[in-house]
C-alpha cells in the first residue's frame, strides 16, 4: 500500500482519512458507519483508558457495568431524553434466527418477536437510574460516584472515522448526589479532570464553558464542555459534563430519606469521553508527513533504528542498541527496536514519522567508535548528536520537551485564532477565511443562534467558564448583550 | 436488607445468589438475562482484566476492537458455526425509533429497515475473518496475534447471574498463523495462561483437556479447554482455547503468499474467558459466611476495625491505623480503614466476611497499650494476636498463606472427587451420590455419549491431555475403549 499523504492544504479531510489508514490506527469494517480499531489505534485508546481511569480513581469514583440493552419504554420516562436519542438508535426486535425454509441460508425467526423492542444504549442515563432507584433509599446511599467503560451505538447517517461512527468506545460516570451544590461541584470537577487530561496528556489546549440551551444534553439542566481547535479552524467538543438536576429522579422516582427524614429526589451528573478524543489528537499535532503524538500517550515513545552494512557492524550496534533500550525501559519509556533486515533506514524513518514516533535513535558504526548516537525529534524534525553519558536522562527531558513543545504550538495557533468581533461582515469574514472560534455578542435566544448556524455554519461552541460581563449588541440582531460567547464551525 | 445467607447444604443454588446478591457484586437487571456488575463485582473482573491483559501482552499478543454488530450473511458463512452461534441471538432489524401517531410514546420506524439484519456478536471469528481478508496477503503479516476485550450477547433461556447471562463480558482471542503447527501451538500456549491464571491468581485447580465433538466450539477442529470442580461436585468449564484449523480462513477467503511464493489458506486459532470466572471463583471457595476470595484478586486485602468506647480511644487507633494501613499500602497491599462510627464492630465483622476479605485487623486501646493487633483469616477463621514488629511482612506472609491455603484445599477436595470405575452401578452411583468427576472408559462414539447424557445428565467434561494409553471397555455398551475420559455433571 503506499504510504503516501494528502498534504493538509491540498485536502485537509482526505490528509485526516489518510493518516488513520496509513497510520494503521483504524479501518473501514464490512458494518455500515462501524469502524475497526487497529492495535496502534488501540494502544493509544489503552493509554487514554489507564490515565483517565486513574484520575476518576483519585477523584473517588469506581467502576461498575450496565445492560447494553434499554428497554424501549424506558427512552420515553425523560421528555427531553427520547427527542435527542430516541431517533437514531439500533433496535433490537428479535431474539432468534433459523434455517430458511428454502434452504438458502438463514433468516429471522418470526416467532422469536420481542414482547416489547431493546434499543442498543445510546448513552446510559435511563436504565442506569432505573437501577439507582434500587440502590437509593437513604443519605447514607449517596453519594454513589460511578464511571462505566462501554460501547455504545447511535444510528449516525454520515460517519467519520473516529470523530463520528455508528458505534463507538466511551466512558460514562453517573453520579448521584444528596444536594444540588454536591452535584454542581461534581460537574464542575469533572469538567476539571477532562481539561488537564486534554492539557496534560494530550497537549490538547480546551476552553472551559457551557453550552447553550439548543446545544444542550438532551435531559439536563446544564451542559459544560471543553472545546479544543483542530488545524483547520474548525473546533471540536473534547468532553462534556452535565448537571442533570433533579430530572432522571423524577422519570425513574429515585428518591432518598434526608438526615432530616425527609423524602427528597435525587439530584444527577453525568459525564463522558469517547474514542472520539483520538480523532482529537490525530487532528490537533499531525503534519504532512504523518502523525504526531504526545509523548504521554504515544505507544512508541522511542524508536531505535540501526545503520549498517555488514552482519558484524550491526551485531555490534545491537548489542549497544539493546542496552539502551533496557536503560530508557527501566525509566518506564517504552522503546522498540526495529533490526528489522527487510526494511532499509529510509523505509523505517518515513514509516516512523508516519507513526508519530516522538523519538529516533539512529545509531551507525561511525557512531559506535564516536559514542554518539543521533537523535531525531518528530515534532520539530531536529537531528542532534548525544554522546552515550547520561542519555538516558537526555531522553527523558527531551520527551519532555516535545510534550510542552507542541502544546505550546497548539495553543499559539488556538490563541491566534480567537478573534474579537462586533460587525456582522467581519463575523462572516472570519468564519469563512481566517477560521477559528469568533467571539462575538449574542442576544440569548435559540431563534437567533439557529438563524446565524443558517446563515454561517457557525455554532456557538460555548460561552467561556471565565467570561466576564460586558455590555454589547447582538452581531446579528443589535439586541443588547451582557457577555460575548465562542461561535465557531465545528465537528 | 437481611444478610442472612442460605446454607449450602440448605440450598446450594440459593447460596451463591444469595453471595452474589449480598455480597454486592452483581444484580438482577431491567431486562431479562442481563445482569448489573456492581462496583465490588467489576472490582473482581477488573483484576483479572489486568492480569490476563499482561499475560496475554508477555506471550506477544495486542489488543484491537472489532465491531458490535455482525451482518446475518456473515453468520451462514460457515457451516459447523451458524449451527452453533446463529440460533438464539439478539437480532437488530431497524435503526429508528419515532414517536407514536397515538401520542403515547415511541414506535419503531416501519421505514427505518434495515436492509440486511445485523446479529449483537455472540463471539467474533466472522467480523474478524473478514477483516483478516485485508489484512493478510503474505507470510510477513503472520502471525497476527490479536485479543478483544469486548462485550457478547447469547440469548440463554435460562440465566444465572455471572454464570450465564444473555450479555456477558469477555475476551477473545484471534490469531492467525502460516503453519498448521504454529496455530497448534498457540492454541496450547493459550490454554496453559489460562490454567496458570486459574491456579495461581483464582487458587482453582484445573484439569486440561480436550472436547468431544460434541462439546466442541461450533466452527472448531479442536477444543481445548480448562475444567474446574465446584463444591457442590459440579463440574464448570473454566476457559476455552480453540484450534480452527483453515476453517474460517476458507469461509472468508482468506490466502497468504508462502516464503516459497505459494498461496494458501491461513491457520487460526481462538480462546476466550468470560465473567463466568467470577461464578467459578465464588462458588470454589466460599462458605456459610459469604464469599472467600483468593488474596491476589481481592479487591480489598486487609480491612482494619477498630474497638472504642470513647472518642480519645478512636483518636489513638486513627493514628496507629493509619500508619499501618500507609505501610501496607507502601508493599502494594490493599487496606481498608473502616472507622464509620455508625456501624458497631459486629456488623462490621460480618461484613467483611461476607465480602471475603482475606484478613481483618482488628485495634483496640488494649492493643495499642500492648503494642499489638488481633489478625483474623478469612479462610480458616484463625485469629491470633501479632506485634506492632514487622507488621507489614507478616501481613504478606499471611496473604500468600492463604492464597496457597485456599488453593490446596480446593485441590485436596477435586482430587477426593475423582473417581476411577469400571461399571455403570458405580457410575451412576457416583454421579448421584459422591459427586465429581468420573473417570471411565467410553467407546468414542457421539452416540454413547448422548446416551450417558440421558440416563445420568453427565456429559463427558474432557479427554484429560495426560490420560495415558489404557485398554478398557466402555462404560455403557462394554466396546473396547483405549482411554478414559471425565464425566461429570456441569454448569
Avoid at 527531558?397 to 499559539?412: G, P, S, T
Amino acid at each position: 500500500m503506499s504510504k503516501e499523504i494528502t498534504s493538509r492544504a491540498q485536502d485537509y479531510s482526505q490528509w485526516y482519512n489518510d493518516l488513520v489508514i496509513k497510520g494503521g490506527l483504524a479501518d473501514y469494517s464490512a458494518v455500515r458507519g462501524c469502524m475497526v480499531i487497529k492495535p496502534y489505534g488501540y494502544s493509544i485508546w489503552e493509554k487514554i483508558q489507564r490515565t483517565l481511569d486513574d484520575m476518576f480513581k483519585a477523584t473517588g469514583h469506581v467502576n461498575a457495568y450496565f445492560p447494553l440493552f434499554i428497554p424501549k419504554s424506558f427512552l420515553s420516562k425523560e421528555a427531553a431524553h427520547v427527542e435527542g436519542f430516541a431517533k437514531e438508535c439500533a433496535v433490537v426486535t428479535h431474539y432468534r434466527l433459523k434455517n430458511s425454509p428454502d434452504g438458502k441460508g438463514i433468516i429471522v425467526d418470526p416467532d422469536a418477536k420481542l414482547e416489547e423492542e431493546l434499543i442498543v444504549r445510546p448513552t446510559s442515563e435511563t436504565i442506569i437510574w432505573n437501577t439507582y432507584k434500587d440502590w437509593i433509599t437513604s443519605y447514607r446511599d449517596l453519594p454513589l460516584l460511578i464511571n462505566q467503560w462501554a460501547n455504545v451505538v447511535r444510528w449516525e447517517m454520515r460517519t467519520r472515522l473516529f470523530l463520528r461512527t455508528a458505534e463507538f468506545l466511551w466512558q460514562e460516570g453517573h453520579t448521584a448526589h444528596a444536594t444540588k451544590e454536591e452535584a454542581v461541584e461534581e460537574t464542575m470537577k469533572m469538567l476539571g479532570v477532562y481539561a488537564d487530561f486534554a492539557e496534560q496528556w494530550m497537549a490538547i489546549p480546551v476552553i472551559k464553558g457551557y453550552k447553550t440551551a439548543n446545544e444542550r444534553f438532551a435531559g439536563a439542566e446544564d451542559t459544560y464542555c471543553i472545546e479544543a481547535l483542530m488545524q483547520d479552524g474548525k473546533a471540536l467538543q473534547a468532553g462534556t459534563s452535565h448537571f442533570l438536576g433533579q430530572n432522571f429522579a423524577k422519570a425513574f422516582d429515585v428518591k432518598f430519606v434526608t438526615k432530616e427524614n425527609k423524602s427528597e429526589f435525587v439530584w444527577a451528573t453525568s459525564w463522558g469521553v469517547s474514542t472520539r478524543l483520538i480523532g482529537a489528537l490525530i487532528m490537533a499535532h499531525s503534519d504532512d508527513k504523518g502523525l504526531i503524538l504526545p509523548p504521554k500517550l504515544a505507544p512508541i515513545q522511542v524508536v531505535i533504528v540501526p545503520i549498517y552494512k555488514t552482519e558484524e557492524q550491526l551485531a555490534t550496534i545491537n548489542e549497544k542498541a539493546t542496552e539502551i533500550k533496557k536503560s530508557l525501559e527501566a525509566k518506564g519509556i517504552s522503546v522498540k527496536y526495529d533490526n528489522d533486515d527487510k526494511q532499509k533506514p529510509g523505509w523505517k524513518f518515513a514509516e516512523y514519522e508516519m507513526k508519530g514516533v516522538p523519538i529516533r535513535i539512529a545509531m551507525g558504526p561511525r557512531d559506535i567508535e564516536n559514542g554518539t548516537v543521533e537523535i531525531a525529534r518528530r515534532d520539530t524534525g531536529e537531528k542532534h548528536t548525544y554522546s552515550f553519558t547520561d542519555l538516558t536522562t537526555k531522553v527523558e527531558h527531551l520527551l519532555e520537551q516535545i510534550q510542552l513543545n507542541i502544546f505550546q504550538k497548539a495553543l499559539d495557533y488556538r490563541d491566534e485564532h480567537i478573534t474579537r468581533t462586533d460587525t456582522w461582515e467581519e463575523f462572516v469574514d472570519v468564519l469563512e477565511n481566517k477560521t477559528g472560534f469568533v467571539s462575538a455578542h449574542w442576544d440569548g435566544t435559540s431563534e437567533t443562534e439557529l438563524k446565524i448556524k443558517e446563515k454561517t455554519k457557525a455554532t456557538i461552541r460555548c460561552i467561556e467558564l471565565n467570561a466576564h460581563a460586558e455590555e454589547g449588541k447582538c452581531i446579528l440582531t443589535g439586541n443588547p448583550s451582557h457577555k460575548r460567547v465562542l461561535f465557531a464551525k465545528a465537528y
